[in-house]
């Protein structure tokens, strides 16, 4: 699997591997899928995450905005522990640098990237 690598982050913007996204994202078994939409903007609803479960990542970088504003339901925090996958929440400038911390590392790590807020 591909290490992927967060370049930059900015409200809004996000580049990864030399690539600009302009809406929120997730990075999932090395690839990126941009226009990433929740169900509900500010909260991170099981739904929102299906293809996070079916890769089955080791753990999960949630980028909640950059005021941190998206909740993390406790039913979602608990559906992922139940399917083994850590989840690791801040707001995203954070998320960005612990994503790319990880990776480094070999982790087997996907991310969910909400850019604004």
């Not at 409200?11 to 990075?27: A, H, L, P, Q």
């Not at 078994?29 to 990542?57: F, M």
């Not at 504003?69 to 960005?96: C, Q, W």
């Amino acid at each position: 699997m591909k290490k992927m690598h967060i370049d930059s982050y900015q409200f809004g913007k996000i580049v990864i591997d030399g690539v600009s996204y302009n809406s929120d994202i997730t990075i999932l078994a090395g690839s990126v899928q941009s226009n990433w939409w929740r169900k509900q903007g500010h909260s991170l609803a099981i739904e929102d995450l299906t293809s996070v479960i079916e890769a089955g990542p080791s753990v999960l970088v949630a980028g909640c905005g950059a005021s941190g504003l998206m909740k993390v339901p406790e039913e979602t925090r608990e559906f992922l522990a139940d399917n083994g996958i850590e989840l690791e929440t801040s707001d995203t400038h954070r998320a960005v640098h612990r994503f790319n911390e990880l990776s480094e590392a070999g982790a087997d790590v996907a991310a969910a990237m909400h850019l604004t807020c």
